[in-house]
Structures are given as structure tokens and as C-alpha cells.
């Protein structure tokens, strides 16, 4: 029984590794994009 509380927990933690690690790339992805946005308005001005 406690092996698979054991392999819960770490599937567990795995998946909130991924959440966060998603976060995080999703977070990254946003100023890649505002960063893109400021690039164009300031080819623009050009």
C-alpha cells in the first residue's frame, strides 16, 4: 500500500511541475508577444 502512495505523490509532484513549467512558458510567451507588439510600432514610427 505504501508504494503506491509513494508513486501518487511523485506522479503528484511531477504534475505540478508541468502546471508550473506551463505557467512559466506561458508567462514567456506573453512578453515575447508585447516585445513583437513594441517591435512593430517601432518599425513603424521609422
Do not use: L, N, T
Not at 508550473?20 to 512593430?40: F, N
Amino acid at each position: 500500500m505504501r508504494k503506491s502512495g509513494e508513486s501518487e505523490q511523485k506522479s503528484g509532484d511531477w504534475c505540478k511541475k508541468a502546471v508550473i513549467g506551463a505557467k512559466k512558458q506561458g508567462i514567456g510567451a506573453k512578453k515575447r508577444g508585447i516585445g513583437a507588439k513594441k517591435a512593430v510600432i517601432g518599425a513603424k514610427k521609422w
